[in-house]
Every structure is written in structure tokens, then in C-alpha cells.
Nanobody
């Protein structure tokens, strides 16, 4: 049973930075699409970024140029570096993984995630 655990959330002022990390209990990142999604209060969950098994990343337009997703297969983690944060980035952030579709067929908005983390809160003021 694979478990994903996010860390690194917190509160930051606008234009600040945070780095989120997603660790897996099993070694799945080498052959899985891994994504970051977020959900703000009263809004639907939305895809933010995804990285495929070859390390190719895709981003939502709202975060392009500010967020960077990367994978560290040796340490079985996927990171999301968030720079120039805005108040509208405030949300619960989740990482998710899909082993059946390792090339993220849906891009940053990949629909097929089967493993989910519990979420980490990001608040930008």
C-alpha cells in the first residue's frame, strides 16, 4: 500500500516562497505521473503542476514561471518550489500519483491519480 505525505506548507507574505515536498512510502516515483493540485475554500480542486516519469513537467497558466516541480527519485520525493506567491495561491495543496499513466496524459490537469496525500495548507497574505 503506497502512502503519500506532503510537507512544507505554511504562511508566507505575498512575493514570498515556499517549497512543498511529497514523499512516498513505496518506490513509485520512477515510473509514475506525479502531480500537485490545490483546493481553495469554496472552489473546485484544480491541477497546478505535474511531472512525468521522464521528468517532463507541465504547469497551469496561473503558476507558470513561478512554480517549479521536480523529482528526486533517489529519495523518492517530488518537490514543488513556489516563488512570487500571491494571495490567490492560498489553498490546501495535495500531491497525487498515477502509476498506470506514467506520462501524465492529461498534463498538469491529469485526471487519473490513484494515490493521494493528505494535503498541506499554504496561506499567502
Amino acid at each position: 500500500h503506497v502512502q503519500l505525505v506532503e510537507s512544507g506548507g505554511g504562511s508566507v507574505q505575498a512575493e514570498g516562497s515556499l517549497r512543498l515536498s511529497c514523499g512516498a512510502s513505496g518506490s513509485i516515483y520512477g515510473d509514475a505521473c506525479v502531480g500537485w493540485l490545490r483546493q481553495a475554500p469554496g472552489k473546485e480542486r484544480e491541477g497546478v503542476a505535474a511531472i512525468d516519469s521522464d521528468g517532463i513537467a507541465s504547469y497551469a497558466d496561473s503558476v507558470k514561471g513561478r512554480f517549479t516541480v521536480s523529482r528526486d527519485n533517489a529519495n523518492n520525493t517530488v518537490n514543488l518550489m513556489m516563488n512570487s506567491l500571491k494571495p490567490e495561491d492560498t489553498a490546501m495543496y495535495y500531491c497525487a500519483a498515477d502509476r498506470l499513466h506514467p506520462y501524465c496524459s492529461g498534463g498538469y490537469d491529469h485526471p487519473g491519480y490513484t494515490y493521494w496525500g493528505q494535503g498541506t495548507q499554504v496561506t499567502v497574505s
